[in-house]
């Protein structure tokens, strides 16, 4: 079993490792991108389960998705997934962080 001081100097490594996979990808950790969608909305490009694009307007601020769909619980979710709420679908979706291509701001249109 390790020691104490050798699971935290893993736990940082695990860390700096999924920081460097992120910035290689040009996307954000899933712990900074929870963050910025808990506060804006973010076009999401990722690839579905079966190799198809997808490009998804999202968020999980509670500002912006509507009263009765705002989570009833605080509870995580699935290691790996995101769980967003998609404002033109007006519902819950999920996508693996893994799969994840572009992250950025939604772009301004003449229907927004």
Do not use: H
């Amino acid at each position: 079993m390790l020691k104490t001081v050798e699971k935290i100097g893993i736990m940082e490594l695990l860390m700096d490792i999924k920081k460097e996979i992120a910035d290689m990808k040009g996307i954000p950790t899933v712990e900074v991108l929870n963050e910025q969608l808990r506060k804006e909305v973010l076009q999401v490009t990722f690839l579905k389960l079966d190799g198809d694009k997808r490009v998804m307007d999202c968020t999980k601020s509670y500002d912006i998705i509507p009263e009765e769909n705002k989570p009833k619980t605080d509870k995580p979710g699935k290691e790996g997934t995101v769980t967003v709420w998609d404002i033109n679908a007006n519902g819950w979706r999920s996508f693996r962080y893994d799969r994840v291509q572009e992250v950025g701001p939604v772009p301004v249109t003449a229907d927004n």
